[in-house]
């Protein structure tokens, strides 16, 4: 696997870690800021995640963390991964995917009459 192929299936996985209290998941979210994948001598794979949370305060935010690491981690040859959280930008609406939008404004619409 290349480098775009395992950069693609690290969102690929981004997109199953959930932030339990918006109920979508970080990639959709737009949390993670960035990620760099990068190659060693011996083929093997690294990975940078930088990303931020939607509150400062967010309770869950080890739990978050760990999983945005796990879902890089269970990418094949990817054998490190760090994850810098950042709040410079601080995460705002405006960085939510297409996606994104469309689940926060399904959950949240008075769909359900």
Known sequence: MNIEETKSKIIENLKGVQDPEMGCDVYNLGLIYDIIVGEMSDGKKYSNITMSLTSAFCPAADMIVND?????????????CQVEVTFNPPWDPSRLTEEGHAYLNYMYSDHMD
């Open 68 to 80: 945005v690491k796990g879902a890089a981690l269970t990418v094949e040859d990817v054998i490190d």
